[in-house]
Every structure is written in structure tokens, then in C-alpha cells.
């Protein structure tokens, strides 16, 4: 019989098994665990997804932080006019800013663009140097390196910090979860790591480049550091253990606080009736 003759063998029903049902490998033994931990996997998959949303403002963050230097670097290349590069950068991030208060969004993602395109735009003009619109943001990053290494290496992870109160574990991670402790190091280093690299290529163009060159080049590593860094956290977190809900195990102890209040004081009102019939 040929290959093909078996598979077809193999396809086929026997006469002792036609017209039964295959099994759901869901009753098969194990098949439950397996769906459990499939949907837990799918659900803090969806969970760390929406917190890296919220911590990193998404899609939209990273455009408005890339959009005003790219504005910037754009007009300056072809009018090489300092104040109008900087007015139109800061002008576009002021609009983006307002856009997002319209739409009732927060004020850290509104304006934290806004401030450091406007400190850019300020230093640019009054040291008539065009690459001071990028030193402010390019000394933060470099800042944010060294606090994301800093902290990984004493344990207290800064991407904990940041995610903890997102994912209402505040800072339970820190002592009761071992395994969400590791996974923000982990993800602290990666960070770090990253920012640290692209302010090695940064600050050289700043030193010994022009205006130009260093616009362009920052613009080319605004987002792609930010995905890896972003997606190294989610690979991460997503094979962490689950964050503890401090905040729920807070309401319930209240609850329970509660009910046994009442349950004292319906004990209380019933020896009062039972001793006042005596």
C-alpha cells in the first residue's frame, strides 16, 4: 500500500467506528487544563498589551514625539531659518496636544510632547544653533538610560514603577511576586540598553555633525528603538506570572471587614432580644 493509500486508510472510518462521534479532546484527560491555561495565556496577553498602551501612549505617542522633529529637521534643511523651523515644530505639537484634550484624553499624553518640543524650540532660537532643538530630548533619553540600568542593577526595576500601578499590582511585584520582579529587570536592562545605544549615535552627530545629519538620524531612531523596547517588555511580562490585584485584595478585605461587622452586631441584637424575653 502507498503513502497515499495509508493516509487515505487512516482517513477512512473502520466498521467498528462509523457513525461515532470523535472525542472532544477538551473532555480528554488534561484537554481542560489546556483550555484553561490557553485563555489565561490569551487574557494577560490582552491585559499587557492594554498596559503598555496606557503606559506609552501607543500608535499615536509615538507619532506626535517623532512628527515635530521631523517638521522641524524638514523646514530647517530647506530654508536653513531656525525661528520658523521651531515655530512650525512647536505649533504642530501644541495642535496635537490640544487635539487630545478635545478628546478628553490624558493630560500626561497630551502635553509631555508639547513641553519638550517647546524647550527645543526656546534653546534652538536663543543659541542660534539649530542642533539645540534636539539636545534636550537627546540628555533626557541619555538620563532615562542610566535610571533604567540603575535601577535593574539595585532591583528596583523603573519599568516596575512606571507599570506597577497600570496593572494594579503597585508595588506587590517587588516582594510577593519573584517571577513579575525578574520579568520587569529584564525589561528595565532591555530599555536602558537601548536608549543607552541610540545615544551613542546621537551624540556624536551632535558634536562633530551638522544640523541636518542629526535631524534626519533622530527621526530614523524615534520609533524603531521604541518598538523593540516596547515589544521586548511585552515578550516579557507576557511570560511573567499574573500580576497580584492589590487594589481588589484591598476591596475585599474591606468587604469582608464589613460582614463581620454586621454579623457582630445582628449577634449583639440577638442576645439583647434573647436576654430581655428571659
Do not use: C
Amino acid at each position: 500500500m502507498t503513502s497515499i493509500d495509508n493516509g487515505e486508510a487512516a482517513a477512512e472510518p473502520t466498521a467498528g467506528t462509523r457513525g461515532q462521534s470523535s472525542p472532544d479532546p477538551r473532555n480528554a484527560p488534561g484537554g481542560a487544563t489546556q483550555a484553561g491555561a490557553t485563555e489565561v495565556s490569551a487574557e494577560a496577553r490582552a491585559v499587557t498589551e492594554a498596559a503598555l498602551f496606557e503606559a506609552f501612549g501607543g500608535v499615536r505617542g509615538m507619532v506626535e514625539t517623532t512628527v515635530p522633529g521631523l517638521v522641524f529637521v524638514a523646514i530647517y534643511t530647506v530654508n536653513r531659518n531656525i525661528t520658523s523651523s521651531a515655530i512650525a515644530a512647536l505649533a504642530l505639537s501644541v495642535l496635537m496636544g490640544v487635539a487630545r484634550v478635545a478628546q478628553k484624553d490624558t493630560l500626561k499624553h497630551a502635553f509631555s510632547g508639547v513641553f519638550g518640543v517647546a524647550f527645543g524650540a526656546v534653546f534652538a532660537m536663543m543659541s542660534g544653533n539649530a542642533k539645540n532643538f534636539y539636545l534636550p530630548g537627546m540628555l533626557y533619553t541619555f538620563g532615562l538610560s542610566l535610571a533604567y540600568i540603575i535601577s535593574a542593577m539595585v532591583r528596583w526595576p523603573l519599568l516596575g514603577l512606571i507599570l506597577g500601578p497600570i496593572f494594579k499590582e503597585n508595588l506587590s511585584w517587588r516582594k510577593r511576586n519573584p517571577g513579575r520582579l525578574r520579568a520587569y529587570t529584564k525589561a528595565s536592562w532591555a530599555w536602558g540598553l537601548i536608549l543607552l545605544g541610540k545615544s551613542a549615535i546621537l551624540f556624536p552627530l551632535y558634536w562633530w555633525g551638522n544640523a541636518t545629519q542629526l535631524g534626519w538620524v533622530k527621526v530614523a531612531l524615534g520609533i524603531p528603538p521604541f518598538l523593540l523596547s516596547v515589544y521586548l517588555t511585552w515578550i516579557f511580562l507576557v511570560k511573567a506570572p499574573p500580576p497580584i490585584d492589590v487594589i481588589a485584595e484591598m476591596e475585599a478585605a474591606e468587604k469582608a471587614e464589613k460582614e463581620q461587622a454586621e454579623q457582630g452586631r445582628a449577634g449583639d441584637s440577638a442576645r439583647t432580644g434573647n436576654g430581655n424575653a428571659g
